[in-house]
């Protein structure tokens, strides 16, 4: 069994109502200036501890995170300006994918010694002096637990990742009742994503039993639940199972990552402004067919973990949990289309070049993948 | 789904090797001063670590676990006593449970703000200054991913859990080959032991999905493995995958813990000074049949996951999981019966009351177990 590090935050907290717990945290751990990072609609949700905290002599900063795009350079220097001089000891974020993202670069960059452009890639990071609490509201990005922070780098007009173990909150605080007034299409493009991170650490070239245990449970999951939280937004024991399996994609991201899938859609994501989730989501089943033949028993085990049946030969098998998770994409109102989202046959190269740009990831990918593969998995689905 | 709050280090590195890499890490966390505990045969394994940490000008302590006995308040303050001026601002520990338990209590005591009577019991632990990191040389204990520590206090004759937050370690470097070198009886016993964990934790009354994760993958591990790392103690991919269940043992031991087994071989311990692990493996297979008819389902899926086949019926399989262990346990020499290990029938009634006093524990099992329970089962396997 090859060498593996695995991080995480020390202390992950799940259940109905943990997300107040912050303050009671940040009390506990002697912190007296807090900076809170969120957005609207999930302000109105944190008004009760935001009260509580002022109550218990907590110095609250609220930092209100904007934008309904992905997080780019130029926000990052906007909310750095406004929080520069606050000096939080700790840094509370509750968001989706972005603001969490927001929140654990705003905090690992805190002291000012570094700036982002330093410290794209990984491992640049050189420390983090305050304390993370990271409260995820949808159920997707995994960034809760993950050592990643995906930014748009606005000098090379190019997404770009930062990847350190800086990044990893101290605590996660995995509240499922925070997840359910988020709508059906959001429900459905965030748990795909976490679906991908599962999916794509599973199959990854360098996949691990200990992080294989992660993914499969987070592919169990979201297979079993994706449905119910989508079309009944309230039903706790479904967003409870997602919210699980969006932390345990998270816990894949650092030790073994994404891959194609994630590679292919980040010119969509770039270019075409897609939300990543649904990116993701419209790449999912292509890719995979794709990657399939590169282990036909791996792909089998993750059909038998969806609870199908066994066909009896491990390609027939295979091949089931591929066509099952394109049957949930499309139930959950994913478009199975490039074209039905605006995308041009003509673009086609020009995705595969920004695709090939991001060769941490495709190196994961169990089966080669070159640009005219690429071209041809984007075909494939337009 | 219930709440669960999971606690684990916020890093652990596994693989052949990696115990080594305890120097790096302590320069790179800007730790001058190390406190290294540890015990013969190890020291010898170490001398190229100690080495190197003092060509990096480390400053280093090296304290020597001495006893070949369960770790007591009195070794605490003799250990306590030499370190007690040196203000280590990290503790390294390496060694099996008692040899990393004793230097997690070393670290959060360090201090001198609190003493072990201070502290017996849960969440007592004010703080802990310094980095700990836990090398585990034995596959068995799960401390060095544990809140938990167990010290035998000399006033009350009594063995009692020391439970905190603060005794996670930061780091678990889990190096296989560290285990290699121990003898089959040691590698049985402790690999029994993390057995136990795994069980107790999945068919107990506080079971958790995200802890039974853990537990069944350990169980698997340990049922397939635990033969041939005694057979053959230098096989790495058994000594491996042995070393994983352990961890996933210890991760089971914060949020849900053990129950019944290990209740009862508190007596067997204190009285007969049972090795831990001898203790808890004698009586596991009793305690599993008493138990199986909690939840004959979760039974049959230990069964199942351990490779044995699907008996159509859960009783059958459950039956038959509990058999395989049993036979397990004597494959790989563990004792069947108390009496070849000394023990007399009259002796029974006090084993039980002092099983009685762990209500902390007995208050897990999933089958309510009285003292008149307790001293049947030890009269079964007597």
Avoid at 64 to 71: G, K, L, M, Q
Avoid at 83 to 89: A, H, I, K, L, V
């Amino acid at each position: 069994m090859r060498s593996i590090e695995l991080i995480q935050p020390k202390r992950i907290v799940f259940g109905a109502g943990c997300a107040q717990g912050w303050v009671d945290i940040a009390v506990a751990e002697g912190k007296q200036r807090v900076l809170l990072l969120s957005t609207d609609p999930i302000w109105a949700v944190l008004d009760r501890s935001i009260d509580v905290a002022r109550q218990k002599g907590l110095q609250l900063m609220c930092l209100d995170y904007t934008w309904r795009s992905e997080p780019d350079t130029d926000m990052f220097e906007g909310l750095y300006r406004q929080c520069e001089s606050f000096g939080p000891q700790a840094v509370v974020s509750v968001g989706g994918g972005s603001v969490l993202d927001m929140g654990k670069l705003l905090a690992a960059l805190a002291s000012g010694t570094q700036k982002p452009a330093d410290v794209f890639g990984k491992n640049l990071l050189e420390r983090r002096d305050n304390l993370l609490i990271c409260i995820p509201t949808t159920a997707g990005t995994g960034s809760e637990v993950s050592p990643n922070a995906i930014l748009f780098d606005k000098r090379d007009d190019e997404k770009k990742g930062i990847i350190s173990p800086w990044l990893v909150p101290d605590l996660a605080l995995i509240d499922p009742e925070m997840t359910c007034s988020l709508p059906p299409k959001l429900t459905a493009e965030t748990g795909m994503d976490a679906l991908c991170h599962c999916i794509e650490a599973y199959t990854n070239k360098f996949a691990h039993p200990t992080v294989d245990l992660y993914a499969l449970k987070g592919i169990e999951y979201i297979y079993k639940n994706l449905r119910t939280a989508v079309n009944e937004g309230n039903n706790i024991e479904a967003r409870s199972a997602m919210a699980l399996a969006s932390m345990y994609g998270g816990l894949c991201l650092g030790p073994v990552n994404t891959s194609a899938v994630h590679a292919l859609s980040y010119g969509l994501a770039g270019k075409y402004h897609f939300a990543h989730g649904l990116a993701n989501a419209v790449l999912l089943p292509a890719v995979m067919t794709f990657n399939m033949e590169a282990d036909l028993e791996k792909n089998a085990r993750m059909a038998l973990a969806m609870g199908l049946p066994d066909k009896g030969n491990m390609r027939a098998t295979a091949l089931s949990g591929v066509e099952a998770i394109r049957e949930l994409s499309r139930d959950c109102g994913i478009p199975q289309s490039l074209s039905s989202l605006g995308v041009k046959k003509e673009d086609l190269p020009e995705l595969a070049d920004m695709a090939m740009k991001v060769k941490r990831l495709l190196n994961n990918n169990p089966r080669e993948l070159e640009w005219k593969e690429a071209v041809e998995i984007y075909q494939s689905i337009l």
